[in-house]
């Protein structure tokens, strides 16, 4: 009887061992809101602004860590405002959309579904469009030559609630985004976001 109880509780502890070297792997949706902000120098001041993101995430996993690449379509808007008394008051709202892919690497603390996750990583930004509106007397101050494509660096946090995620994360910008009238620009972002395990 002894030896069958030693023998039950090695299969037990044998396949948490095994289960938690072989990888998992998780697909779903997510979608949520950012606060974006230019970042800036002298002339240009920037204030946060709303957009949007969705699209999908992977997970795969071993031994406690996992890699999460993600892709999704983002609505980033900002708005400059002159520093330059010449041209108080005066403002170019910018309006990025582009498509990100984070590739992020992260940790899990928790069991049975709920858990804490810890992730970072960098995000690779194509830009699809961007639109500007300014008035006709700054038009040739503020009109933006842009790059279409930005680096950035996602440090964030989540909580999982069975197939349900919250994820609220910061990205700072790497790389400048302006080629002309825009030099020094970067563009920061916090996000908060809902994402869904499908499997």
Same mark, same amino acid.
């Given at each position: 009887?002894?030896?069958?109880? $030693?023998?039950?509780?090695?299969?037990?502890?044998?396949?948490?061992?095994? #289960?938690?070297?072989?990888?998992?792997?998780?697909?779903?949706?997510?979608? /949520?809101?950012?606060?974006?902000?230019?970042?800036?120098?002298?002339?240009?001041?920037? !204030?946060?602004?709303?957009?949007? *993101?969705?699209?999908?995430?992977? &997970?795969?996993?071993?031994? %406690?860590?996992?890699?999460?690449?993600? +892709?999704?379509?983002? /609505?980033?808007?900002?708005?400059? =405002?002159?520093?330059?008394?010449?041209?108080?008051?005066?403002?170019?709202?910018?309006?990025?959309?582009?498509?990100? =892919?984070? $590739?992020?690497?992260?940790?899990?603390? %928790?069991?049975?579904?709920?858990?804490? &996750?810890?992730?970072? #990583?960098?995000?690779?930004?194509?830009? $699809?469009?961007?639109?500007?509106?300014?008035?006709?007397?700054?038009?040739?101050?503020?009109?933006?030559?842009?790059?279409?494509?930005? =680096?950035?660096?996602?440090?964030?946090?989540?909580?999982?609630?069975?197939?349900?995620?919250? !994820?609220? &994360?910061?990205?700072? /910008?790497?790389?400048?985004? #302006?080629?002309?009238? *825009? !030099?020094?620009? &970067?563009?920061?972002?916090?996000?908060?976001? +809902?994402?869904?395990? +499908?499997?």
């Amino acid at each position: 009887m002894k030896k069958i109880v $030693l023998f039950s509780l090695f299969i037990c502890f044998s396949a948490v061992a095994f #289960g938690q070297i072989l990888p998992s792997f998780q697909f779903g949706v997510k979608g /949520g809101a950012n606060l974006s902000k230019l970042s800036t120098h002298n002339t240009f001041s920037s !204030d946060n602004s709303a957009g949007y *993101y969705a699209g999908v995430w992977a &997970r795969i996993g071993a031994a %406690g860590i996992h890699f999460q690449p993600e +892709l999704y379509l983002s /609505g980033k808007n900002t708005t400059m =405002v002159s520093n330059d008394p010449a041209f108080a008051g005066q403002e170019n709202k910018v309006k990025f959309t582009s498509l990100d =892919v984070p $590739l992020l690497i992260g940790t899990k603390i %928790g069991a049975a579904g709920i858990g804490v &996750r810890l992730n970072t #990583g960098p995000v690779v930004s194509f830009i $699809l469009d961007d639109k500007q509106s300014f008035g006709a007397a700054t038009s040739n101050i503020f009109s933006g030559d842009f790059k279409k494509q930005a =680096v950035a660096w996602q440090f964030g946090a989540g909580l999982d609630l069975g197939k349900l995620g919250v !994820d609220l &994360r910061y990205e700072p /910008g790497i790389t400048k985004l #302006g080629k002309q009238n *825009y !030099d020094g620009q &970067r563009l920061n972002l916090f996000t908060l976001g +809902l994402a869904l395990k +499908l499997f």
